[in-house]
T-cell receptor, first 114, second 114 residues
Framework: DTAVSQTPKYLVTQMGNDKSIKCEQN?????MYWYKQDSKKFLKIMFS???????INETVPNRFSPKSPDKAHLNLHINSLELGDSAVYFC?????????????FGPGTRLLVL | QQQVKQSPQSLIVQKGGISIINCAYE??????FPWYQQFPGKGPALLIA?????SEKKEGRFTISFNKSAKQFSLHIMDSQPGDSATYFC?????????????FGQGTTLQVKP
């Protein structure tokens, strides 16, 4: 009955590899997000989708590509992984897009690039 | 450019004491200010939020104080408990953007000693 779920929970990989992180929400929300939390715990928005439409696209290397097959899923594909990509990636969702909407976070995916 | 500055970085409080975390923002267009709580190994979760039309909001032991002229807001945790030990993030968003984009502070790690 998890509201926002992410897979995998842990991801250890070599530099240069390509990897994907999957996110699913069963809350019926319209909007989903990807955040990156670095080693100092700083949280930064990367992308946001509303009903499969990209609405936030922060200054993120184009090696990162989000894909939303439907409004309940938002996946993150990362090409040519670099050491600096090591972080915890959080998926979140909110009922609608807009200021004041509570964002519900998933448990995170801990990515370590060696 | 850090638009939301949070302090202190870490805080140790005795059980029963008051924990105070401060945030300052630069952009006067911000009009929604939530606080998120994150336990180790978990995703952040909304704790309490305020809009600038009120100077204070209280929910149980948690209170937000808001000073619009000073562009500052703070979280007060009364009767702090060991179970409150977590990382706390303030955040801000602009209503005019209509994207729901949250700008987070750097986080404060709170430890409540029994």
């Amino acid at each position: 009955d998890t509201a926002v779920s992410q897979t995998p929970k842990y991801l250890v990989t070599q530099m240069g590899n390509d990897k994907s992180i999957k996110c699913e929400q069963n809350l019926g929300h319209d909007t989903m997000y990807w955040y990156k939390q670095d080693s100092k715990k700083f949280l930064k928005i990367m992308f946001s989708y509303n009903n499969k439409e990209l609405i936030i696209n922060e200054t993120v290397p184009n090696r990162f590509s989000p894909k939303s097959p439907d409004k309940a899923h938002l996946n993150l594909h990362i090409n040519s992984l670099e050491l600096g990509d090591s972080a915890v990636y959080f998926c979140a969702s909110s009922p609608r897009t807009g200021e004041g909407e509570t964002q519900y976070f998933g448990p995170g995916t801990r990515l370590l690039v060696l | 450019q850090q638009q939301v500055k949070q302090s202190p970085q870490s805080l140790i409080v005795q059980k029963g004491g008051i924990s105070i975390i401060n945030c300052a923002y630069e952009n006067t267009a911000f009009d929604y200010f939530p606080w998120y709580q994150q336990f180790p190994g978990k995703g952040p979760a909304l704790l309490i939020a305020i809009r600038p039309d009120v100077s204070e909001k209280k929910e149980g032991r948690f209170t937000i104080s808001f000073n619009k002229s000073a562009k500052q807001f703070s979280l007060h945790i009364m009767d702090s408990q060991p179970g409150d030990s977590a990382t706390y993030f303030c955040a801000a968003s602009k209503g005019s953007s209509n994207t729901g984009k949250l700008i987070f502070g750097q986080g404060t790690t709170l430890q409540v000693k029994p």
